[in-house]
């Protein structure tokens, strides 16, 4: 218990150290707390080592269940009549893009390696690349007071992009099991169940909260409410398998959509989830091992590459397309270049399917979670600064 508190306490003040550090420097917070995480984890000091796993997985899943909810507010039908076409079609673009260029740029340089990759572990990596970090673009748009048009509709593409790229995630497996076993239709299944499985959750929890919200008091009971729904929306989706952070982000998008005073509980939250987001970023600081880097090689340098050509130029294709303005379609896909949890997960999953090729995966997907999660933020910081004339 002494260890718990010490370490607990001790990684908050490390995290008032960079947001002091962030005042004085262009860096983004994220990237510094992140960097932070990298000092005290295995690369640095290897501080609390024992107990790092169980507090990373505790804290990331109360940490993006918060981001979920908040992000299901940004989805509201005011703000999807103005940007609806835009967000969906952008978010849609931008990952079968992300898949196409990544996708054929392996099969083409893959018969170069000493170690030709199959083309359904070319596909898989592919599809892992289309996932994003919700969490660290929205923390970077709220630290850049990102209100405007281009903050707004990033984070309308934030929201979908996760359920985009599960969706492609479990279509690209279920190729990959097909062309190796008799059968994938049961991963296809399963992927389908855990996005509309997790739809249906929120949905379930967001129309009795858009009741209670119209009937408590501002304060404290909306806050324990809001705790509350949100903490019994995370384990429910835990429990039946299905993804917590699309089902938080139904469940806030009921919420904004139905309440009367919808704007409560999302305030409640948005005052609490500092301390959660700054372990959060710390502990996933501290869970990369760069070593990984040297590892992965040209191929992960050709992962990493082409998924920022596939981003960028989805970004811009799908905005071109769309009628966005000139500007914004240009940083649109660099702003969603952060990438973390749900990637690793994916390649979790790929790695217990195909255990053959556990090590190349695993390597390549967390040596780019390290580059895109130090990088990325950056390039989000001055997507939103140069485009934060463009006001609604």
């Not at 260890?3 to 150290?17: K, S």
Request: net charge negative.
């Amino acid at each position: 218990m002494p260890e718990t508190l010490i370490t607990l306490g001790a990684l908050l003040l490390f995290g008032l150290l960079t947001f002091w550090f962030g005042s004085i420097t262009a860096l983004p917070r994220v990237t510094l707390l992140i960097i932070m995480g990298v000092f005290v984890g295995p690369n640095g000091l290897d501080l609390f080592a024992e107990t790092r796993a169980f507090w990373f997985e505790q804290i990331s899943v109360l940490a993006l269940i918060m981001i979920g909810f908040l992000l299901g507010s940004t989805l509201t039908r005011s703000t999807l009549k103005l940007h609806g076409k835009q967000i969906i079609g952008i978010s849609l673009g931008a990952a079968f893009i992300t898949l196409t260029v990544v996708f054929s740029g392996l099969l083409f340089i893959s018969p170069l390696l000493s170690n030709p990759l199959p083309i359904y572990v070319a596909l898989l990596l592919a599809a892992i690349a289309t996932a994003t970090d919700a969490a660290a673009t929205v923390a970077v748009i709220d630290e850049s007071k990102g209100d405007s048009r281009f903050g707004k509709t990033l984070l309308g593409v934030v929201a979908l992009d996760d359920a985009w790229g599960l969706l492609i995630f479990s279509l690209c497996l279920s190729i990959a099991m097909s062309s190796t076993m008799d059968n994938g239709l049961p991963i296809i299944v399963h992927g389908l169940w855990e996005i509309t499985g997790a739809i249906l959750l929120g949905i379930a929890l967001g129309l009795p909260m858009a009741f209670l919200t119209g009937r408590i008091q501002a304060g404290e009971p909306t806050l324990i409410e809001a705790l509350g729904l949100i903490m019994l929306c995370g384990g429910l989706a835990l429990w039946l398998e299905v993804s917590y952070l699309l089902a938080a982000m139904a469940m806030g998008t009921t919420v904004a959509n139905l309440a009367t005073h919808h704007t409560r509980p999302f305030h409640a939250i948005k005052n609490i989830q500092s301390p959660f987001l700054v372990l959060f970023f710390i502990l996933a600081g501290a869970s990369l091992d760069f070593l990984n880097l040297l590892d992965v090689g040209l191929i992960g340098a050709l992962y990493i590459a082409l998924r920022v050509i596939g981003k960028i130029l989805g970004g811009w294709l799908s905005g071109q397309l769309l009628g966005m303005n000139a500007s914004d379609a240009r940083w649109i896909g660099a702003a969603m270049l952060p990438q973390a949890g749900v990637a690793v997960g994916m390649a979790l999953i790929v790695s217990h399917i195909l255990p053959d090729y556990a090590d190349t995966i695993m390597a390549i997907t967390i040596a780019a979670t390290a580059f895109f999660e130090i990088l990325g933020p950056l390039v989000t910081r001055a997507a939103i600064k140069h485009n934060h004339k463009n006001l609604l």
